[in-house]
């Protein structure tokens, strides 16, 4: 079956460690996203990319990272530079950034939390 | 610059029965498009219903439908004879022609069995 994978499901980190958080999709999308999911608020989009090799900042880029070096593959480091890491975090992915449909597809998200 | 606005943070229904959540949101321009997205327990997030600008028509798909009113800056979602399975968080979300989507803050949803 087609869809995206998110790893790990719960991840647990000390202060001033980074870690990474894998988002792989069979979906054969171009563009994917990293969104960031607090109680009470929105989704907010933190880096996106539209094609392999590049990649945009979103809304809430500082301390974080990413590279897209397969079309399947996105990964999000955060950083130790992040202030407040703990946080739900949801990869999402789409057949074409720009005009098209607008759906996005999600996997089942990541949950970090800062020791 | 575009927001979406979800003013209740929860609601609760009888299950069979009939509830609207409501959606207002702040923009300039004349074609972007409207979503509605679910989110179970289970947390993956999927679609619900999408409404393009353009078209009149409220958007309907099987239980769900949607009140688009674009004058008024409005997209509720109605949901008919609802389910245990309904129960969720429901984000409206809005997205200009070139632009990303911006997200309201969601309205949990609890069916009543």
């Known amino acids: 079956d087609g869809g995206i994978t998110q790893s790990p499901k719960y991840l647990f980190r000390k202060e001033g460690q980074n870690v990474t958080l894998s988002c792989e999709q069979n979906l054969n999308h171009d563009a994917m996203y990293w969104y960031r999911q607090d109680p009470g608020q929105g989704l907010r989009l933190i880096y996106y990319s539209q094609i392999v090799n590049d990649f945009q900042k979103g809304d809430i880029a500082e301390g974080y990272s990413v590279s897209r070096e397969k079309k399947e593959s996105f990964p999000l480091t955060v950083t130790s530079a992040q202030k407040n890491p703990t946080a739900f975090y949801l990869c999402a992915s789409s057949r074409a950034a720009g005009v098209d449909t607008g759906e996005l597809f999600f996997g089942e998200g990541s949950r970090l939390t800062v020791l | 610059a575009q927001t979406v606005t979800q003013s209740q943070p929860e609601m609760s229904v009888q299950e069979a029965e009939t509830v609207t959540l409501s959606c207002t949101y702040d923009?300039?321009?004349?074609?972007?498009?409207l979503f509605w997205y679910k989110q179970p327990p289970s947390r993956q997030m999927i679609l619900v219903i999408r409404q393009e600008a353009y078209k009149q028509q409220n958007a309907t798909e099987n239980r769900f439908s949607v009140n688009f009113q674009k004058a008024a800056k409005s997209f509720s979602l109605k949901i008919s004879d609802s389910q245990l399975g309904d129960a969720a968080m429901y984000f409206c979300a809005y997205r200009s022609a070139w632009d990303q989507l911006i997200w309201g803050a969601g309205t949990k949803l609890i069916i009543k069995p």
């Open positions: 923009t300039s321009e004349s074609d972007y498009y």
